[in-house]
């Protein structure tokens, strides 16, 4: 089955500076890749996603890129801000009718003012 | 006007009871799951529905019973509770693109 690694687990970044979360992924059959951000006590919040026929995509101060080849893919935070500090999780997932989305361990994102 | 919701939010009872966590989700959804995330905060899938039709069971104990009365319900009945069943238990919900969340049972087995 599916196993999504996330790396760092903590992170720690001075506001105004990038953060880079990078996630690699096992089944190669996966093609639907999201970004979930959870802050204290609250589920977690889709924020982007990215399939498997695109290399890149933004939104903002965020973007996800992904290199089908290598298995890989990232999320860029820029200008960081302190309300940016939570968890983020990236996960992976085959987009069928049933998809079961297997999520990486999390990245603890704080940001410091 | 929360599109996924859960009760209780927080939930604290002896091993050995039996509890119910209730979801429900205004978005029209077909498809709705039951996650756990453990005091480590790593998420795992313990079931989903898909209208009404059970399509996936992990690896769970029997103690836990999923219950869809309809497309916009979701519960989850806990036989037997045991000490390390405490963990925040997310309910979700999806149509054709990522999740959305409710914001979650936290259980506490004493």
């Known amino acids: 089955g599916e196993n999504v690694e996330q790396h760092p687990s903590t992170l720690s970044v001075q506001e105004g500076d990038s953060a880079v979360i990078k996630c690699t992924y096992s089944d190669s059959a996966s093609n639907y890749f999201p970004w979930y951000k959870q802050e204290l006590g609250k589920g977690p919040q889709l924020i982007i996603d990215?399939?498997?026929?695109?290399g890149e995509k933004k939104d903002q101060r965020i973007a996800v890129t992904l290199n089908k080849t290598a298995k890989h893919f990232s999320l860029h935070i820029t200008e960081t801000q302190p309300e940016d500090s939570a968890v983020y999780f990236c996960?992976?997932?085959?987009?069928?009718?049933?998809?079961?989305?297997?999520f990486g361990p999390g990245t603890s994102l704080s940001v410091i003012p | 006007d929360t599109a996924v919701s859960q009760t209780p939010k927080y939930l604290v009872t002896q091993m050995g009871n039996d509890k119910s966590i209730k979801c429900e989700q205004n978005?029209?959804?077909?498809?709705m799951y039951w996650y756990k995330q453990d005091s480590k905060k790593f998420l795992k899938i313990m079931f989903s529905y898909n209208n009404k039709e059970l399509i996936i069971n992990e690896t769970v104990p029997n103690r836990f019973s999923p219950k869809s009365p309809d497309k916009a319900h979701l519960n989850l009945h806990i036989n037997s509770l045991e000490l390390g069943d405490s963990a925040v238990y997310f309910c979700?919900?999806?149509?054709?693109?990522?999740?959305?969340f409710g914001s979650g049972t936290r259980l506490t087995v004493v």
């Open positions: 978005l029209g959804h077909d498809t």
């Open positions: 996960a992976a997932t085959k987009k069928t009718s049933y998809d079961k989305v297997i």
């Open positions: 979700a919900s999806s149509q054709g693109r990522g999740y959305t």
């Open positions: 990215i399939r498997s026929n695109v």
